[in-house]
């Protein structure tokens, strides 16, 4: 089909979410202090793995890396949407658009990875204890964290290329910010082709993902449950449930989103669910990591001690 004699919009307009005017000073607030909240909490993460010898551990690494990315992927999408709630719909160059949409689903991707590496750590700490060190060595860390952003941008590219190659008579976008299906439903041809190449070349990174994850904590059950005294099992199963948690709040709505065809799901569902993985989770990951972490508690308190001593010697 000649692609031609289609009027291409060098503007979308982000329709966001829909407040009345004594609701959208609240809703942005509020949005507002989550975000600033997401910053400080994974920043915290950061700073504390960095400064405390006792958090030098493949484990905190990585979550210190994944930190690092969720400060990024939730500063992809919340200043369009605090935009929105601001000043209602809200107009943005297609350049910018398509921008956003390849750096959020590099991020996402970036994400998916991190979580499986994330997985095999936990594996080779429980599974392989007497070799766990050597695997997993300063610069295998390096290399695997380096090889989940490689692999994540790589596999962006097909779904945001595909898009961005789609003619658009219409102009509104019916979400927060850009993402695949909203965007495919104002394209001025079909794009049921795009949306099964997007759900294969997604679902076949995630899903073989996922399942990854699912054998490797398989394997952890396995060899906890085998261990001797129900102390130990405890200390093993701890060391997961924090992990298991951001699994489970990351892939429930990213299956729900990505993972199917857009017509099968109301118009606007996808900007709620949105919320909870590109707003909620990156909010909650500090949260799950230190409230229910000891070892972190331990940390804040021997760093708290240094910076007291520091401030008493001058």
Known sequence: ???????????????????????????????????????????FIIV????????????????????????WYVSTTVPTLLHTLLHGHSP???????????????????????????ALDRYLAICRPLHYHSLMSRQVQLWLAGATWV?????????AGLTASL??????????FCDLAPLMRLACVGSSWHAQVHGAVIGVATGC??????????NILTAVLKLPSAASRAKAFSTCSSHMTVVALFYASAFTVYVGSPQSRPEGTDKLIALVYALLTPFLNPIIYSLRNREVKEAVKRV?????????DT
């Open 48 to 71: 504390l793995v960095q400064s405390d010898s006792g958090l030098s551990t493949p484990m905190y690494f990585f979550i210190s890396v994944l930190s690092f990315l969720e400060i």
């Open 1 to 43: 089909m000649d692609h031609v004699n289609y009027t291409w919009s060098r503007t979308f307009i982000l329709a966001g979410f829909t407040t009345s005017g004594t609701l959208r000073p609240l809703a942005f607030l509020g949005t507002l202090c989550i975000y600033l909240l997401t910053l400080a909490g994974n920043l």
């Open 209 to 218: 993902n996922f399942l990854l994850i699912l054998g490797l904590y398989g």
């Open 167 to 176: 003619p658009y008579c219409l102009k509104e976008i019916a979400h927060y």
């Open 151 to 159: 692999a994540g941008f790589s596999a962006a590219l097909v779904p």
């Open 92 to 118: 943005i160059p297609s350049a910018a658009c398509f921008t956003q949409l390849y750096v959020f689903h590099s991020l996402g991707m970036t994400e998916c990875y991190l979580l499986g590496v994330m």
């Open 304 to 312: 708290s001690d240094k910076i007291r001593t520091s401030l008493r």
